[in-house]
């Protein structure tokens, strides 16, 4: 395989690992703060569509992104005031967020634009462009490995440039802030919490609005720089996989980016492989090759979800003692 095509299959792996990573994160932090999030894919969904139907009408790309976090800050709102201060079943409420966005996205495309549940294409002035692309053509230049690393590192949106320092960001203020601290301590230990005079309630309605606006950040991703409309259904597990992914970096930044980019990697090579003949096999089928990241998912949780330790008090709702 040469530069090129390395610097190639390296682009692509941070493309479709953004939606992953920032959904990863979004996830963390809610879980780290006690509350499992199983409405992530839910999330991303509902945002993906808020970001093209507005984008579609308003040809705005501020106003897509801004009803897009708008929308991811109410449903993780209301994630709160069901299972934070009603004490609801966080597994359950999750689970219908994900159940109702699957079903109004499609309902509501069908009803405003009739085109089966999509959105109108968005034309390159709604959708985010590339970064950095002087910079890359100044390193093409470079002899040898020049070309390569240029597709591989310049080019992209800023979304991949901000996906990947989030991760930074996040680590930073969880283990590097007070307000990291006692997010993390509310995960571990919600009555120690409210012993030392800081509200329990507060904090994990903190932790679950970064939660909104990463998954909406995720949701954006989708459609104004990979795919140019909504597709229903569009997001096809990755918020479980981002689930996944989080278990198996262990509730951490980095572990999680790591999983990310390798099943983000995974999904690069399933699009090249899809048609390739292989020794002794032949032609590979494509739903072979589809079933890769899913497939591993499966494996991450069978063989790491006994091994990686939640947080303590996580799905457990607290109820102050009087």
Not at 11 to 23: E, G, H, M
Not at 169 to 178: D, F, H, I
Not at 222 to 245: C, D, E, H, K
Request: charged content about 10%.
């Amino acid at each position: 395989m040469d530069d090129l095509a390395i610097g190639s299959l390296v682009a692509s792996t941070l493309r479709v690992s953004v939606p992953l990573i920032l959904c990863a994160l979004a996830g963390l932090l809610s879980e780290r703060a006690g509350v499992i999030d199983l409405g992530l894919e839910g999330k991303m969904l509902a945002t993906a569509f808020a970001a093209a139907a507005t984008g579609a009408v308003t040809q705005s790309l501020p106003a897509a992104l801004a009803v897009a976090l708008a929308v991811g800050l109410a449903l993780s709102m209301l994630q709160g005031y069901a299972c934070v201060t009603h004490g609801g079943d966080q597994v359950v409420f999750g689970m219908a967020i994900t159940m109702t966005a699957a079903g109004a996205t499609v309902v509501l495309g069908l009803a405003w634009f009739q085109q089966g549940g999509q959105t109108p294409p968005l034309s390159d002035t709604v959708r985010l462009g590339p970064w950095f692309t002087a910079l890359g053509e100044q390193v093409a230049r470079l002899p040898g490995v020049g070309p390569g690393l240029a597709l591989a590192l310049f080019g992209h949106t800023a979304l991949v440039y901000g996906a990947l320092a989030l991760v930074a960001a996040v680590w930073w203020l969880l283990w590097r802030t007070r307000f990291g601290l006692r997010l993390r301590a509310v995960g571990e230990n919600p009555a120690m919490v409210d012993a030392a005079g800081v509200g329990v309630a507060r904090l994990r309605y903190q932790a679950l609005a970064l939660n909104g606006l990463l998954s909406a950040l995720a949701g954006c991703s989708l459609v104004l720089a990979q795919n140019p409309s909504f597709i229903p259904n569009m997001t096809a597990g990755r918020g479980y996989m981002a689930l996944a992914a989080m278990i198996f970096g262990k509730w951490h930044p980095a572990g999680a980016l790591a999983a990310c980019l390798l099943f983000g990697f995974l999904d690069a090579v399933s699009i090249r492989l899809q048609g390739a003949e292989l020794p002794l096999v032949g032609t590979v089928p494509v739903q072979a090759i589809q079933a890769l990241p899913y497939l591993l998912t499966v494996v991450l949780l069978a063989g790491f979800i006994g091994r990686s330790r939640a947080p303590a008090a996580l799905g457990r709702p607290y109820v102050k003692e009087r």
